[in-house]
């Protein structure tokens, strides 16, 4: 009868009348202005990216030394990437909580860093400051949580393009609040702080009710209204490319900060009008609906779906509820739900989390260490910069590419989305061997390599899991995958690189005569500073390509199947002519 009920609601919605007034409630509890709110959420998500703009600020502040600052940037790490616990809090309470707990989070980890940074109150502990960088980097996981898996449970059959988007926007974040940031505040590192307190937990607090998981509805337009996202996506990352590389060679006004915000803020909010418009046809479509058909279809149909639904459900529940212990080892197959045990201790499981441990744990290594490939082979600062924005760009489109490209393959030629990471594994590799034999130029190209593959992993990742182990307990499932990636980024980075690079360094000095204690940071110049490390973290990327290539023949036949079939199939057994789709043609043939 929940159908039925919906059913209803809407139906009172329909008669409500055809004024400003519930054509706006109408907008704001549909799901293409959820999307757009989970747009500026994701957008706003990414305020990790931008601790290397913010950090000499509290090392100058609090008088720490760079062994304590890379401290506080592993425990801003460790928060980013670990999202278990958003995960399973989203198993049990509403959308909305997660969102509030995240901006709850938000506010308070970088609140108190910037009155820390101010002086406003006295100088914490080390642990306390690790704690409060922490709990700050920890919210973007709730709102990923909240925004990324309720969009993909609404667009399940366009999963891949879905995820793409919204991770391109968190892309985005740190070049978008930069340029909030400089128009506000003007080039104040410390009201950037503030500002990271208290712009994406408001972004979260405004659209707390509008992101929530809603009924299925097929709509014929649906991938050209994607499309139109993305042209606006890339136009906005074109944009922001533009501007960074002009504000890092003329000297804006405080004038010229705020009118590039504005065209920023006018690009990041130009979804609202694509998502008003499809609203509006929507709304035009149940006008046109006879209000009589509204109410008796979903009554005479819902009752038998929901109730066959419903015997289905029980049924499962109980069997889960008396041998959960049992069904961890008598898994179902292949894109139906799975438990959270049943899939971690999978094989595809294991073999994917293989796979993101070698490829984004070198990919987080390489981007870590761009700063200083570039001292190494003699490139100025502001040369490095441009690496820095190259990769953040590249980054973006790697998101994109995967996410759209991948989706597209999938759908006319079967092509497999782990044959793609396998490829993406690939590249990448080319990038380290780039930077480990380095030639004029050759770092250019190996940041756009690099940030394109790192951007295309991410979204590959997440909707393998999607699509494997099915929706359910996807918020917690995803979480859990991307729990490889800081495990790969300590184990590559602290373990391997960093030491090998400290080798080199000490022989560097032994050939100028020079001793450790008689310098104050140990540098290593030349191209043998990386060339070990690189060729190292090339070989970990192709054998996690060979892993992937292991899950490529292991879900070769499933990839092979219509994996789509049962939403299709679901969302026309509970069609509900009340959100008929907005095409004449459609409601002809209804």
């Known amino acids: 009868m929940g159908g039925a009920k919906m059913s209803n609601s809407n139906c009172t919605g329909h008669r409500g009348g055809h004024g400003a007034i519930p054509f706006a409630v109408h907008v704001v509890r549909g799901r293409w202005f959820s999307l757009f709110a989970s747009f500026l959420i994701m957008a706003g998500a990414g305020a990790t990216y931008l601790f290397g703009t913010y950090s000499k600020e509290i090392k100058s502040s609090l008088?720490?030394?760079?062994?304590?600052?890379?401290?506080?940037?592993?425990?801003?790490?460790?928060?980013?990437?670990?999202?278990?616990?958003?995960?399973?809090?989203?198993?049990?309470?509403?959308?909305?909580l997660v969102l509030l707990i995240g901006a709850g989070m938000n506010f308070a980890g970088y609140f108190m860093i910037w009155l820390t940074v101010t002086g406003r109150i006295a100088k914490p502990k080390v642990w306390m400051m690790c704690i409060y960088i922490c709990v700050g980097a920890n919210s973007q996981n709730f709102a990923n949580t909240g925004a990324l898996v309720t969009s993909v449970?609404?667009?399940?059959?366009?999963?891949g393009i879905m995820i793409g988007l919204l991770k391109g926007f968190t892309g985005l974040s740190g070049a978008i609040l930069t340029q909030v940031y400089l128009a506000v505040y003007g080039n104040d590192s410390k009201s950037l702080i503030l500002l990271?307190?208290?712009?994406p937990a408001a972004l979260s607090v405004?659209?707390?009710?509008?992101?929530?998981?809603?009924k299925v509805v097929r709509q014929p337009n649906q991938l050209s209204i994607f499309y139109y996202f993305l042209f606006v996506s890339i136009a906005l990352a074109l944009f922001l490319m533009v501007m960074t590389i002009l504000q890092k060679a003329v000297a804006f006004s405080q004038a010229a900060y705020a009118g590039s915000a504005t065209v920023a803020c006018a690009l990041l909010f130009f979804p609202l009008l694509i998502a008003i418009k499809q609203e509006w046809l929507i709304w035009k479509q149940r006008n046109i609906s006879s209000p009589t058909v509204s109410i008796e279809i979903p009554v005479e149909i819902e009752p038998k779906q929901t109730s066959a639904a419903q015997s289905s459900s029980k049924k499962i529940d109980e069997n889960q509820t008396a041998l959960w212990y049992q069904n961890v080892f008598k898994k179902p197959k292949r894109g139906d739900d799975y438990t959270i045990l049943q899939a971690l201790s999978s094989t595809d499981m294991l073999v994917l989390f293989l796979a993101t441990f070698c490829g984004l744990g070198s990919s987080l290594t390489a981007v870590d260490n761009l700063g200083q490939i570039g001292e190494s082979l003699g490139y100025p600062t502001k040369t490095i910069?441009?690496?820095?924005?190259?990769?953040?760009?590249w980054n973006f489109f790697g998101r994109i590419f995967s996410g759209f490209v991948s989706e597209t393959l999938l759908v006319k030629y079967k092509f497999p989305r782990t044959l793609m990471m396998t490829f993406v594994l690939l590249l990448a590799c080319t990038g380290y061997l780039l930077i480990a034999f380095p030639f004029n130029g050759s770092v250019y190209v190996a940041s756009i390599i690099i940030g394109f593959s790192f951007g295309a992993q991410l979204p590959l990742i997440f909707t393998i899991i999607s699509e494997l182990f099915g929706l359910k307990h996807y918020s917690t499932l995803f979480n859990c995958g991307q729990l490889a990636s800081p495990l790969g980024s300590y184990i590559l980075n602290v373990k391997v690189t960093g030491p090998l690079y400290d080798r080199e360094a000490l022989k560097d000095l032994a050939r100028r005569g020079m001793t450790r204690s008689s310098v104050k940071d140990l540098t290593c110049i030349g191209t043998q500073c990386y060339r070990l490390p690189f060729i190292v973290l090339a070989s970990i990327t192709l054998f996690g390509a060979l892993a992937s290539l292991i899950l490529v023949a292991r879900t070769r036949e499933f990839y092979r199947s219509d994996i789509y079939k049962k939403f299709r199939d679901a969302a026309e057994a509970d069609d509900d002519p009340d959100m008929t789709l907005p095409t004449s043609k459609t409601a002809t043939s209804k």
């Open 63 to 96: 008088g720490y030394d760079q062994t304590t600052l890379n401290l506080l940037g592993f425990f801003k790490d460790f928060g980013a990437n670990v999202g278990v616990l958003s995960g399973l809090i989203d198993e049990v309470v509403p959308t909305w």
């Open 196 to 199: 990271i307190a208290w712009l």
């Open 206 to 214: 405004v659209f707390v009710y509008t992101i929530r998981e809603m």
């Open 153 to 159: 449970k609404n667009f399940p059959e366009s999963r």
């Open 385 to 393: 910069k441009s690496f820095v924005s190259l990769l953040s760009i």
